[in-house]
């Protein structure tokens, strides 16, 4: 099933082609950030060298260019995640300013009694945010546990939704086991329970044909930079219903109607969340990262991905002294493990010293290390650029490691 040319696709990464130390990159933290091809550099060098100007201002044909260019971005992203409107569709420096958004506006609408749910796998962004984000309001913060393996356990999630629950905010996919959450059946049961619904899309965006009207959830949010685009721009997409009256976040130029000494009114959408010069090159940047994704056969792309993870879950299995941390039945290709006697940091140490690049640690999930009583894990993954013989290169590698460090 694996019809993907991958040394055309490696082709267009410069940054494949470099060594570390003399030995050659094994690129193993897409989950971190994804490599970018030469069609998102060059479309960014492009934007600069051609047509840079503020948007949405000018009386020139330079910002009349820039502005089409950036608002055509918005129209790429628009049609990527299948959005009615491309009004729905904010631009944002990432998923932890999308989330940030949503949670600042909750927090002005949050009651004591109220209640929020999100689970024990989240990442930093969708914990914190919405933990302070209840400690502001007085509502109170609910966790739905997961199972040994890492999979949710969509009966606590049940139970612990209840009337008083007016936002469920859940990761699509987590960073750090690779779970993939069936976030269409739980929005499907929040929303029947009247609560809002976010989404935390950062894993979810680069590995699935993500469809925001499918999903039926009120918000989804990403970042561009783990979707082969430029760090510094993501996307906060909302129902137009929810959106329109949504808390402004920041005020400034760009999301007024009119303004005089003493008071303001605020500007449609998308523009109404949009204060100040956005990231013209990095919406740009981003919007050919989504062409470039779009050309690839994402079913192909995922029965990759599923290969490279099988992989990994074979040659781990056979590897005495490896843990595997996080095993549910639907997951992506992310590979996080421990070592009997090896400490998470010095694997990546002695990894990186053979040119294999995965990141260690607690993934920016604290609380989820806790809760699986793990001091971090080392973690190795995947995207539609790795090879099986990369693959073998990382074990070849761990095999190194074990006998340096146990
Ligand atoms: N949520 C998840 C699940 C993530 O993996 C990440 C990035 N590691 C984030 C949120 C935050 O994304 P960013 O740092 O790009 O804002």
Redesign the pocket.
């Known amino acids: 099933p694996d019809s993907l040319n991958l040394e055309a696709i490696r082709a267009q990464f410069p940054i494949l082609h470099r060594q570390i130390d003399g030995k050659p990159l094994v690129y193993l933290d897409n ?3 994804t490599q970018k091809p030469v069609a998102v550099i060059q479309a960014i060098t492009d934007f600069y060298t051609q047509c840079n100007a503020n948007v949405h201002r000018g009386a020139h044909q330079l910002a009349d260019e820039a502005t089409r260019r950036f608002e055509q971005a918005r129209d790429t992203v628009a049609s990527f995640i299948h959005a009615a409107n491309r009004n729905e569709v904010i631009w944002t ?7 940030n958004i949503v949670a600042h506006g909750m927090a002005q609408r949050l009651q004591p009694r109220d209640e929020v749910l999100v689970t024990e796998m ?5 914990l914190v945010t919405w933990q302070q984000a209840c400690l502001r309001s007085g509502a109170s913060l609910k966790i739905v546990p997961i199972d040994d393996n890492g999979a949710l356990n969509t009966e606590a999630f049940s139970r612990l939704l209840t009337e008083r629950t007016r936002m469920v905010a859940l ?5 750090a086991l690779g779970t993939i959450n069936p976030i269409k059946a739980l929005t499907a049961e929040a929303k029947a329970k009247g609560a809002l619904v976010l989404i ?1 899309g ?2 979810g965006i680069a590995h699935g044909a993500v469809d925001v009207i499918d999903i039926g959830a009120d918000f989804y949010v990403f ?1 561009g ?2 979707l082969f685009g430029p ?1 510094g721009v ?1 996307v906060l997409w909302g129902k137009a219903e929810v959106l329109h009256n949504w808390p402004v976040w920041q005020t400034g130029g760009e999301m007024i109607a009119e303004v005089s000494y003493q008071t303001a009114t605020w500007g449609e959408l998308p523009n109404r969340l949009e204060a100040g010069t956005p990231n013209i090159a990095g919406a740009i940047g981003l919007a050919a990262a989504i062409d470039w994704f779009q050309q690839l056969d994402i079913k192909a792309v995922q029965a990759h991905e599923r290969a490279l993870l099988a992989h990994a879950t074979k040659l781990g299995q056979a590897f005495a002294g490896l843990q595997m941390v996080g095993t549910a039945p639907d997951k992506i290709g992310v590979f996080s493990f421990l070592l009997q006697g090896c400490h998470p940091a010095d694997i990546g140490f002695i990894l990186d010293r053979q040119g294999i690049a995965i990141r260690t640690g607690s ?2 999930a604290q609380p989820l290390m806790q809760r699986l009583g793990l001091p971090g894990t080392a973690r190795a993954s995947f995207s539609v650029y790795n090879t099986l013989d990369e693959v073998d290169a990382l074990f070849l590698a761990l095999h190194k490691t074990q006998q340096m460090l146990a």
């Open positions: 989950a971190a950030t420096s990432g998923t932890t300013e999308a989330i989240e990442h930093h962004a969708n990761p699509h996919v987590s960073n935390d950062a894993q970042s930079h783990k760090t993501g993934h920016c």
